[in-house]
């Protein structure tokens, strides 16, 4: 059962009981009329829904290569593994960490954490530690930059464009569609309904 919950008016401080807000509704301040809170629609299953897409696209983003260079009738290919690991060996291991962070670990933390929270709780039930994770995972989204990554990708294609023919892989494609998918989940998520959940304590 949702509770009344207190908001701060982001705009004149106002501090007020907001009641229950149904799906599409919005909550506004009752002294300056600014927008406190906006409830989506369909939240949970909207985000589930690309959490799953985001999860088959991360492994195809592993799995396959990024880029085939084609020079003088030799191929070589790169995965994005092999990527750190070239920036590792030349002696750029605080970069190779860094790629390694932002475009692998924390994009497939976000994502498998979010599926460990919401699919028990789209059941009426708690995974253990559902708190804890979903903090660690609302901290860790600003270190999800997979679209610098991919900006720097296009930067190199097209220097590299003059000295060997650049042939796009599976990966690059997945990786792309990722960035869309991840940001989509993000924005689809409604922070406000896990913590009513989890207020409730329902298991």
Known sequence: M???????????DLLQMIPPVPEGGQARCT???AELYSRKRNSLDRTLSLILAGLILFFLSNAFPLLELESQG??????????????YDQDMRGL?????LTCILAPFVQLSGLFYVLLPMRYNRLAPMTPAVFRFIRKLQPW????????GILVSIVKLAKMATI??????????ALIMV???AVASLDP???WERLGDGKR
């Open 2 to 12: 949702e509770k009344p919950v207190l908001i701060a008016c982001h705009d004149c």
């Open 31 to 33: 002294r300056c009329g």
């Open 74 to 87: 030799l191929l070589q290919e790169t995965t994005l593994f092999q990527g750190v690991k070239a920036l």
């Open 96 to 100: 190779s960490l860094l790629v390694l």
């Open 144 to 151: 999800s930059m997979m679209e610098v990554f991919m900006l």
């Open 167 to 176: 042939i796009p892989g599976i990966s690059l494609y997945s990786f792309a």
């Open 182 to 184: 991840l940001a989509g």
């Open 192 to 194: 406000h309904i896990v």
